[in-house]
């Protein structure tokens, strides 16, 4: 059972996609994160601790809002409970004030009977145009329906 | 061995967790739109299942939280999993995140999370020194047994700070 936005016929192989992830990341949204995940490791709230005793130039996000904040982009894009899997590798890390850009690409289109398998490859990357998370993604969807997607 | 525990899911932990990453999505918190989409009802977003660790009584990153209680457990583990005063919290970091989705978590699903360890290996990291690698598997499941959402971690011990760059 899904929402899907897009039918499967509609899409093409190279096909991109693209949206702004967040503007100048605040502090309270990281805090908002680590209460909404449950992951509360200092080292993404605490000054102190993130500088003096780990090291790090601040506190950054956690690795899942990133995931999270592209997971948004796939769902804006294809629909929901359409995805199969889901994975990413987290490259660098994401710091308050960071302004994230999203982009997924269509890589392989394979139609399975009345549906039709979809993999994208997605990438998150920062004001300096470093990526900071990458992945990809599969999705389920619907061969041509009723022409309204 | 495997370590176990409950997952509760409802509608204000989805709310929680989606307003979290700025969603606007009505599928994730309004029950008169998602029930009018062919899903029926509200769901969770893709990343969702890893706030599992609110009822994960051996979690290593629950700040000063008691409930659930912990199980007594020996010194060695607690070491690993961070309880032994902030030093592996500054040299854990996440390396890597993939879920296969069965079917999508929705509110009122009480679902069994059953992790097993994975993989581990070594590797000479450019900016964090020597990085240990370790693999986790946590399988949710429902009332029925039936597999919801398969998550696999990777878990990045670093011998200090990663360097920026």
Same mark, same amino acid.
């Given at each position: 059972m899904s929402n899907p936005k897009r039918s499967f016929d509609g899409l093409k192989e190279g096909e991109t996609f693209e949206a702004t992830l967040v503007e100048n990341l605040t502090r309270t949204q990281i805090v908002q994160y680590a209460a909404g995940s $449950?992951?509360?490791?200092?080292?993404?709230?605490d000054e102190t601790f993130a500088t003096k005793i780990a090291g790090y130039p601040s506190v950054f996000a956690h690795g899942m809002l990133t995931m999270g904040l592209l997971g948004r982009l796939i769902t804006d894009w =294809?629909?929901? $409970?359409? =995805? $199969?899997s889901y994975g990413v590798r987290f490259v660098r890390q994401v710091w308050p004030g960071d302004t994230l850009r999203g982009r997924g690409v269509v890589k392989r289109l394979e139609p399975q009977g009345r549906h039709g398998l979809v993999e994208i490859e997605v990438v998150a990357t920062n004001q300096k145009g470093d990526p900071v998370v990458t992945g990809s993604a599969t999705a389920l969807l619907p061969r041509r329906e009723a022409g309204s997607i | 061995m495997a370590d176990e525990h409950e997952f509760h899911v409802d509608r204000t932990g989805i709310l929680l967790f989606a307003s979290a990453l700025g969603e606007t999505n009505p599928?994730?918190?309004?029950e008169a739109h998602a029930k009018a989409t062919p899903l029926g009802g509200v769901i969770a977003p893709p990343t969702f299942a890893i706030s599992s660790a609110h009822w994960n009584p051996d979690y290593g990153l629950r700040g000063i939280r008691k409930i659930p209680a912990s199980k007594p457990r020996p010194a060695v583990l607690a070491e690993r999993s961070g309880g032994g005063g902030g030093g592996s919290l500054a040299r854990v970091l996440h390396g890597e995140q993939r879920f296969e989705y069965h079917r999508p978590i929705r509110p009122g699903m009480k679902l069994t999370v059953t992790t097993k360890p994975g993989k581990t290996w070594t590797k000479e990291g450019k900016r964090g020194g020597s990085l240990r690698f370790s693999e986790s598997v946590s399988e949710y499941r429902d009332e029925a047994g039936e597999l919801v959402v398969t998550a696999t971690s990777v878990g990045v011990l670093t011998e200090k700070a990663v360097e920026q760059g």
């Amino acid at each position: 059972m899904s929402n899907p936005k897009r039918s499967f016929d509609g899409l093409k192989e190279g096909e991109t996609f693209e949206a702004t992830l967040v503007e100048n990341l605040t502090r309270t949204q990281i805090v908002q994160y680590a209460a909404g995940s $449950g992951d509360f490791n200092p080292i993404h709230h605490d000054e102190t601790f993130a500088t003096k005793i780990a090291g790090y130039p601040s506190v950054f996000a956690h690795g899942m809002l990133t995931m999270g904040l592209l997971g948004r982009l796939i769902t804006d894009w =294809l629909g929901d $409970g359409v =995805l $199969g899997s889901y994975g990413v590798r987290f490259v660098r890390q994401v710091w308050p004030g960071d302004t994230l850009r999203g982009r997924g690409v269509v890589k392989r289109l394979e139609p399975q009977g009345r549906h039709g398998l979809v993999e994208i490859e997605v990438v998150a990357t920062n004001q300096k145009g470093d990526p900071v998370v990458t992945g990809s993604a599969t999705a389920l969807l619907p061969r041509r329906e009723a022409g309204s997607i | 061995m495997a370590d176990e525990h409950e997952f509760h899911v409802d509608r204000t932990g989805i709310l929680l967790f989606a307003s979290a990453l700025g969603e606007t999505n009505p599928i994730y918190y309004d029950e008169a739109h998602a029930k009018a989409t062919p899903l029926g009802g509200v769901i969770a977003p893709p990343t969702f299942a890893i706030s599992s660790a609110h009822w994960n009584p051996d979690y290593g990153l629950r700040g000063i939280r008691k409930i659930p209680a912990s199980k007594p457990r020996p010194a060695v583990l607690a070491e690993r999993s961070g309880g032994g005063g902030g030093g592996s919290l500054a040299r854990v970091l996440h390396g890597e995140q993939r879920f296969e989705y069965h079917r999508p978590i929705r509110p009122g699903m009480k679902l069994t999370v059953t992790t097993k360890p994975g993989k581990t290996w070594t590797k000479e990291g450019k900016r964090g020194g020597s990085l240990r690698f370790s693999e986790s598997v946590s399988e949710y499941r429902d009332e029925a047994g039936e597999l919801v959402v398969t998550a696999t971690s990777v878990g990045v011990l670093t011998e200090k700070a990663v360097e920026q760059g």
